[in-house]
C-alpha cells in the first residue's frame, strides 16, 4: 500500500508529495518511546503543512521545536493556530468543508492534549492527499 501522497495545491498544479502517517500508530509509538516519537512526529508535520502552506519564509519543524521548547510551549500554540487556519483555507481551495480546526488545536493544546491535537492535524493532512496521481482531476 501507498504511503505517499501528492497534496493539489492552491493554484490547481500538484505541489509536493506528502507522506501520509497512520494516525494510531504515531500515538502508539510517542508513548512507547516516552514523547520522543512526539518530538519526531511533530518536526514531521510542521515540515508537511510547511509544503501545504506554499510559502517561503515558514519556519522549519526543528525550529518550531525549539522555539516551543524555548518559550515553554508558547510559540506551539501560536503556530497550531495558525496552521488550523492554514488547513481550512487548504481544504476550501480543494472543495472539502472546514470547520474553525486552529481554535481546536489551540484548544486541546492549551488544556495539554496536544497529541489529540496533532492526531487531528495528521489525519487533516492525510485527507488533503491525493494518492492516485495519475487519476487526479481537478
Avoid: H
Avoid at 106 to 115: D, K, T
Wanted: charged share 20%; hydrophobic share 45%; aromatic share 10%.
Amino acid at each position: 500500500k501507498k504511503r505517499t501522497g501528492y497534496f493539489a495545491g492552491q493554484k490547481g498544479k500538484i505541489m509536493t508529495e506528502i507522506k501520509k502517517r497512520n494516525v494510531a500508530v504515531a500515538i502508539l509509538l510517542s508513548i512507547v518511546t516516552c514523547g520522543i516519537y512526539a518530538i519526531y512526529w511533530q518536526v514531521c508535520l510542521v515540515n508537511d503543512v510547511n509544503k501545504v502552506k506554499e510559502d517561503e519564509n515558514t519556519k522549519s519543524g526543528i525550529v518550531v521545536f525549539l522555539l516551543s521548547l524555548v518559550t515553554c510551549t508558547i510559540y506551539w500554540l501560536y503556530w497550531v493556530f495558525k496552521t488550523g487556519e492554514c488547513i481550512d483555507s487548504a481544504k476550501t481551495a480543494n472543495g472539502t468543508p472546514t470547520s474553525s480546526r486552529g481554535l481546536v488545536y489551540l484548544l486541546l493544546s492549551i488544556f495539554g492534549l496536544g497529541i489529540v491535537a496533532m492526531a487531528i492535524l495528521q489525519s487533516d493532512l492525510n485527507s488533503l492527499v491525493v494518492e492516485d496521481y495519475d487519476n487526479f482531476e481537478m
